[in-house]
């Protein structure tokens, strides 16, 4: 049955009246985070921390059985380590952050503070990769990088975030290909398996893709008003970086070849991406997967006899299963569900008196309110079946938005008109003149070329900005 669909948590934005509001109020409320006296770096607090544990936890089992070792690399780079690779320091230059000074003293060559790490990562491997015998190399670390964010948001954009970010070396170009949409592959199905959240998938343009890279390929989720996010990138490198740092192997001939590269990541972003793709206007709404608490535990009547051993017992049978929270505290039952409610635990279990009789529980869905009598008998099996039905609700849900705000623009003045009336991705032709990109956004006010896609049926044979013929269908967007 269907529970009353009123709003139970008033101190939340409604999304519709103002989303960036929404969001904010969504994650201060949920207890996801708060500010810091440093401009743009936010503290995680625990419940926060608590869903990046998980996505770390489930990714780093994927990059494990995909044979990736774990490492880790120094937070500084120096100066003249960062300068060897032209294109990928001009890349970064606007965002990098500097130490000077060590102590009481100057220091005689400035350290930037890692924005990412593909210079230590191409230092350490000239150290040690010598043969074709020390290849490949597939290594991943988790960390803290710095980029110095003009706006910031939190989850979003920070001045400092945590991310994992892969660095691999091949001795072959096919090899480092492969690698490269391998970690794309494994990312898109981590959004689909674990975040449920579906994604446009394909090539970053020339102007788009990440500096130093030959090829960028991107993962790009839709949020619940239109608007593009970066989910996570893949990039092939060719043999440029360790031709800048000389890295160099014997091959299987007895020859010195440079060996191919790529790097690849995903950061706390993914938790803004779950906030908005899957939140409501009372607040969270988690995938499964990745809730600290999957099942809420709460007595009703609380006070009468039998009821808070019956909820212990319900607990203690269920935590070898599930990540459960007993919720024994005397606020009100009301003020529990609202709360477990705008944090977005996906199952509430709640059991009184008359429960116990019939032994029975109530069993409510976070995704759709949705309440059932469950026989105390089979309550493992049927948590189990909902968990899933949530994370299949909540996929759903977030791929009809992305169809339904996924538009096809023949020409022009289509495309103008879309992106004025209609939020969300334009599936347009695109000559391959990087003027075109540039007037496209101008004209919007910020909707760029999110990829190249895979799947990229051309719409018609011309480019919707200028009307020469067209070489690539794009999908474009605004994006956070």
């Not at 350490?124 to 290849?135: A, E, F, P, Q």
Request: aromatic share 10%; proline share 4%; charged share 30%.
């Amino acid at each position: 049955m269907m529970a009353d669909q009123k709003k139970m948590v008033t101190e939340i934005t409604a999304m519709d009246t103002d989303f960036a509001k929404w969001y904010t109020d969504v994650v201060k409320k949920a207890e996801l985070v708060d500010y810091s006296s440093v401009k743009g770096c936010m503290v995680i607090r625990p419940y926060g921390y608590a869903i990046w544990e998980n996505i770390q936890k489930d990714l780093d089992a994927r990059f494990k059985e995909l044979g990736h070792e774990n490492v880790y690399m120094p937070m500084f780079i120096p100066e003249s380590l960062l300068q060897k690779e032209k294109d990928h320091v001009e890349g970064f230059a606007p965002e990098v952050a500097w130490v000077t000074q060590g102590g009481a003293n100057k220091l005689t060559e400035r350290l930037c503070v890692r924005p990412t790490s593909e210079t230590l990562f191409c230092e350490h491997y000239k150290n040690i990769i010598h043969s074709y015998r020390d290849l490949p190399k597939l290594y991943n670390q988790w960390c803290n990088v710095v980029r110095w964010e003009k706006t910031t948001r939190p989850f979003l954009r920070t001045s400092e975030f945590l991310w994992q970010e892969g660095h691999t070396m091949h001795e072959t170009e096919e090899e480092a290909r492969e690698e490269t949409l391998r970690m794309l592959k494994c990312y898109t199905d981590f959004y689909r398996e674990t975040l449920a959240i579906p994604a446009v998938t394909g090539r970053k343009t020339e102007k788009e893709k990440f500096a130093g890279a030959l090829e960028t390929y991107t993962v790009e989720p839709m949020m619940h008003n239109g608007v593009a996010l970066q989910g996570g990138t893949s990039h092939y490198f060719g043999d440029g970086f360790a031709r800048a740092f000389d890295i160099t192997y014997v091959d299987r001939s007895n020859k010195l070849q440079y060996p191919f590269q790529t790097s690849w990541g995903v950061s706390t972003r993914m938790i803004g991406a779950i906030i908005m793709t899957h939140g409501d206007d009372n607040g969270l709404v988690l995938p499964p997967k990745v809730a600290p608490i999957q099942v809420a535990v709460i007595p009703i009547a609380m006070h009468k006899e039998g009821v808070l051993e019956k909820a212990r017992e319900l607990c203690g049978r269920l935590k070898g299963l599930f990540r459960v929270k007993l919720d024994d505290s005397d606020n009100s039952p009301g003020w529990k569900f609202s709360e477990y409610e705008m944090k977005g635990v996906p199952v509430r279990l709640e059991i009184g008196p008359k429960d116990i009789e019939q032994n029975q529980c109530v069993l409510v869905r976070r995704d759709n309110r949705e309440k059932n009598f469950v026989s105390l008998d089979n309550l493992e099996q049927e948590i189990t079946r909902v968990l899933e039905a949530v994370h299949q609700g909540l996929y759903e849900r977030a791929l009809a938005n992305l169809e339904g705000k996924t538009y096809t623009a023949r020409d022009h003045e289509e495309f103008l008109d879309i992106a004025e009336n209609k939020p969300g991705f334009i599936r347009a032709m695109w000559c391959g003149d990087e003027a075109c990109e540039t007037r496209l956004k101008e004209e919007t006010g910020g909707v760029k070329s999110r990829c190249i896609p895979f799947d990229g049926e051309p719409v018609s044979d011309v480019c919707a900005c200028c009307g020469k013929p067209a070489k690539h269908l794009v999908v474009w967007g605004k994006q956070y």
